[in-house]
């Protein structure tokens, strides 16, 4: 079993930087494959990005590609999300997951069906 806890989360304005942290418990944070998502009200839960196991491959949706950067420390069993020139747009809950089988490429990685444990969410609120 592995818990996930996200932090970071708060009331920005437009062009801010936030970065939003996920802690993690139980396993061996290290296996697994982690990823980023949100969910608007009234709307889906939607991919933001993912990172592999080691750290060497991230990938992005394309509405934060160049805004936002992934990273993980699994020293410290921690995943980040750096957020720069937030827009209200990206107003949501984001949530951290983690996914503990193989998985390569873009569409693997976006898949919110992979991921095994989920945070409960920090809510992230950008104002114009």
């Known amino acids: 079993q592995l818990q996930l806890v996200e932090s970071g989360g708060g009331l920005v304005q437009a062009g801010d930087s936030l970065r939003i942290s996920c802690t993690a418990s139980?396993?061996?944070?290290?296996?697994?494959?982690m990823g980023w998502f949100r969910q608007a009200p009234g709307k889906e839960r939607e991919f933001v990005s993912a990172?592999?196991?080691?750290?060497?491959?991230?990938y992005y949706a394309d509405s934060v590609k160049g805004r936002f950067t992934i990273s993980r420390d699994n020293a410290k069993m921690t995943l980040y999300l750096h957020m720069t020139s937030l827009k209200p747009e990206d107003t949501a809950v984001y949530s951290c997951?983690?996914?503990?089988?193989?998985?390569?490429?873009?569409?693997?990685?976006?898949?919110?069906?992979?991921?095994?444990?989920w945070g409960q969410g920090t809510q992230v609120t950008v104002s114009s």
């Open positions: 997951a983690a996914r503990g089988d193989y998985c390569s490429g873009y569409a693997c990685y976006a898949a919110s069906g992979g991921y095994n444990y």
């Open positions: 990172i592999s196991w080691f750290g060497g491959n991230t």
């Open positions: 139980g396993r061996a944070f290290s296996s697994y494959a």
